[in-house]
């Protein structure tokens, strides 16, 4: 650390060693606090959170309720009845390809983009802590909020799976049967997945979010790019563009329910979320970081 780097006024806060903390480091964790509370704190992400919620728990009762159909459903919807863990497996299945980006998308939208509609955006340029570490810090709260999202679908399963179907092993993708706390860990591993998906795609919408005031815009631009990229996926006489895809590799992740675990598809998926992260986030710094802020 830098003797000349700025430190808050007052008495010196100290870290373990007896630095000082510098004030663009303190403005930067404020920064992100302040941002996770406002994600937290309004009423349509709280709304959207329920929903998220909702439909793991619908899925459950549904087939509790309803008389068991062989042959149909997806793999996972079927094996519900067997093994509680198989609720959130389904639910994620399912709102991977609507309700989790459009939750994305919304925070996406309201990163700068409704910053700059609501008038706060040149308010919090004034701070220290430089555009770059602003864009930073917005990212990271979307990387946090696509961690929670699929986190409140995977719990609100699990809790409405064990309530109605109970535990025990589970049958993977192979046919053989792993413990449940083999199935837990394995699921785990499915959240950590789709969340680096979903991560990658806030990227997307970040640089999106860069381009115009209007976070609605920004909102139903990420959307439409997330539906095109879902029909691009499904046409087979464009195969040579799926790997470029980001959406590819999402539906990838019952390759962790294997026994072993099949790797191959996992790992290119999360080197296509690596890459666009990397890629649209530098096209957000660019943006942002020459950009006339007017509001």
Same mark, same amino acid.
């Given at each position: ?5 700025p430190?808050?006024t ?5 870290l373990?060693?007896g630095?000082?903390?510098p ?6 964790s404020?920064l992100l ?16 959170l329920?929903v998220?919620?909702?439909v793991?728990?619908l899925i459950?009762?549904?087939?509790r ?5 062989e042959g149909?459903?997806?793999?996972f919807?079927s ?5 509680g ?6 639910? !994620? &299945?399912?709102e991977l =390809?609507l309700?989790l980006?459009l *939750?994305?998308a919304m #925070? +996406? @939208?309201?990163?700068v983009a409704g910053?700059?509609?609501l008038?706060?955006l040149r308010y919090?340029?004034t701070?220290p802590?430089?555009?770059t570490r602003l864009?930073v810090t917005k990212? !990271? &709260?979307?990387?946090? =909020?696509?961690?929670?999202?699929? *986190?409140v679908v995977? #719990? +609100? @399963?699990?809790?409405a799976?064990?309530a109605?179907?109970g535990?025990?092993?589970m049958?993977t ?5 792993i ?6 860990w394995?699921?785990?591993l499915?959240?950590?997945y789709?969340?680096a998906?979903? *991560?990658?795609l806030?990227?997307v @919408?970040?640089?999106?979010s ?6 609605l815009?920004?909102t ?11 029909i691009?996926?499904?046409?087979p ?5 799926h790997p ?8 990838a992740?019952g390759?962790?329910?294997r026994?072993p675990?099949f790797w191959?598809n ?5 080197r296509?979320?690596?890459?666009y992260a ?11 970081a ?6």
């Amino acid at each position: 650390m830098s003797a000349a780097e700025p430190t808050l006024t007052g008495a010196p806060e100290s870290l373990p060693g007896g630095d000082r903390v510098p004030l663009s480091r303190r403005l930067s964790s404020r920064l992100l606090r302040s941002e996770l509370r406002l994600i937290a704190g309004r009423r349509r992400n709280q709304m959207g959170l329920l929903v998220l919620a909702a439909v793991p728990v619908l899925i459950a009762v549904a087939v509790r309720i309803s008389s068991p159909r062989e042959g149909r459903g997806p793999d996972f919807l079927s094996s519900i009845t067997s093994n509680g863990l198989f609720v959130p497996l389904a639910a !994620l &299945s399912v709102e991977l =390809g609507l309700f989790l980006p459009l *939750a994305i998308a919304m #925070l +996406a @939208g309201d990163a700068v983009a409704g910053e700059a509609n609501l008038g706060t955006l040149r308010y919090l340029l004034t701070v220290p802590v430089g555009r770059t570490r602003l864009l930073v810090t917005k990212y !990271l &709260s979307l990387m946090i =909020g696509a961690v929670w999202g699929v *986190a409140v679908v995977v #719990l +609100a @399963g699990t809790i409405a799976g064990i309530a109605l179907f109970g535990t025990g092993p589970m049958l993977t993708l192979s046919g053989t049967e792993i413990s449940f706390g083999s199935a837990v860990w394995r699921v785990v591993l499915v959240s950590l997945y789709i969340a680096a998906g979903l *991560a990658a795609l806030a990227a997307v @919408g970040l640089f999106i979010s860069t381009l115009t005031e209007q976070p609605l815009a920004a909102t139903v631009a990420l959307m439409i790019f997330t539906i095109l990229s879902w029909i691009a996926d499904s046409v087979p006489q464009i195969s040579w563009l799926h790997p470029w895809l980001l959406v590819d590799q999402w539906m990838a992740f019952g390759d962790l329910l294997r026994d072993p675990p099949f790797w191959d598809n996992i790992a290119q998926g999360l080197r296509v979320d690596l890459a666009y992260a990397v890629l649209f986030g530098l096209l957000a710094w660019a943006r942002f970081a020459g950009k006339d802020i007017t509001s």
